[in-house]
């Protein structure tokens, strides 16, 4: 039976026909079937059958062309007349594109026996995928056979005949990887391992049922991790130097159990200069993945590459670098933690850099066509109370040049409505107490996150927000105070909601908050008191 390929085009992930290998597998029915040093009768063998696996259909890893072979200590199994399990006496000693298989007990009492070839860790009708499968170069399938790689078979000749040929049926499915990226940081990392959870089952013991000619039984393991690392070229992981997918660079195959599933994908990606080391995490919904079939799945990892242009203070119409950007003719922006740039807005100078407030004791909506996108500060005590926060440590991200970690997962605004069975305008209108209306009054909200990630099946209902930090210093008026000095970047998160409150205003200064997120990883708070002047992140939430 011929290997079928699929390609999915799920709503996170784009899938690619798999670069470099040619998987229409062609029928070799002249290929010589012995394998040298195992292909001789001899006196020996004489209370031996032979089962003859001669085509590269029959083969237990495949190569860059798309052709299967067996590999070194490859067994199968046979009931005999008798009704008893029998291994093969003899396995091949190397990679070998066929093989004469020998098996003791008694045959001949049929024209046809069932083969089974259960994996490198298993016997006789028992299959075991593992959760834990390794990978040690990329584009090659050896560890197949201990991943759980298996088939069934029927094997022909005649009644009283001493051989009896075969082509293995594979009965596990086939995911193959292909990360890539053009965002420089990224392309400077490396690849160690790829972690794919599932709603349901896709590793445990699992039984090769000849009636259904499937696997059968149920398991409970839902996560597969597949390291990628070896030794020389490969010792800190599988490249990911390619602005395309390409399974010569870092192409990586899982063996799972075939069925329906939703998967939650974690690309494991390293900076070995800095040693920061976390997670890209992609989804690909619920869908079938059947028996003996490959699926390329090609993820593009830069999907969480932040410009550094999104610090702001309250409603202004420019960033808080405007002119000054990391990435611009005249950087002076700080990109690392605790470093200070000069040119920060001045009160009552920069007004397109820094609006000043208009008071005293008045709530204000924002103005600018950034901060209307915006939540309000309802809408944050929703997220906060309502949204589930799940602190995540390990997902990766890239700002200015460098790669960080760490930022929370809160369910989408359309999810906390269905969930809470309240409309997405009273959201707006009154706070996750379903009274206060924080535009006009101070209530502060906190919740403390999970650790608890987002399930494959949840997780399309949630949004991630990274860890940004940022410049969470008052300034001076008419002066740069503090504020150039960049904060908590991979530490916490500080985030504008449209609303703003004006208070007290004398000696030329308004004192003026606006409302927001603020969250780390053991707390989530809706923050009444942002002064205006911070340079915090304005970015829309889902």
Known sequence: MEMKKKLLKPRLLSLTVLCGIALAFASCANEDVAQAGNGTDTENDKNLTMFVAGEPVTRTSMEQ??????????????KDDDNVWRKSSNAPTAKTASFKFKVPGKFGGKATYKVYYPGKNSSNDQVVISSSQTQVKPNTT?????????GMADATGVVGGKSFSFKLDHQATYLIFQPYTSNTVLQNCYLTKIEVNSDDDITDTYTLDPVTGTLSGTGSGKQIVLTTQGSGAYANGFPLTNAAASVETNGAYMVIKPGTHTLKIRYWVKDIVTNVEGTITKVIPSRGYAANTYYNLAANLNTRVYS????????????????YEWD????????????????APIIGSDVSRHPRPSGPYQYHDAATSLFKTLPN??????YVMKGSPRWDADELWVTMGHLYKGGIWLKKIDQIATDE?????????????????LRNTAVLFDNPPSTTLPTATELPNYFYLPALGGHPEAIIYGQH?????????????HFWSSSSYTGYVGGGLSYASAQGMTFNSSKVSFENFFEIWYGAVAMPFE
């Open 377 to 382: 500060s309802n809408e944050i005590s929703w």
């Open 308 to 323: 550094g242009h999104d610090y702001y203070t309250w409603d202004a119409q420019q960033n808080y670098w405007s002119g």
């Open 65 to 78: 062309t798309g052709k299967f072979f067996w590999e070194s200590g490859d067994y199968i199994y046979v």
């Open 421 to 437: 069975h309240v409309t997405l305008a009273h959201m707006k209108a009154v706070a996750a107490d379903n009274t206060t209306d």
């Open 142 to 150: 050896d560890h197949f056979g201990v991943s759980g790689d298996c």
């Open 328 to 343: 611009s003719a005249n950087p002076t922006q700080p990109t690392t933690n605790g470093t200070t740039g000069s040119n």
């Open 481 to 493: 105070g503090g504020s150039g000095t960049l904060k908590d970047v991979g530490v916490a998160g």
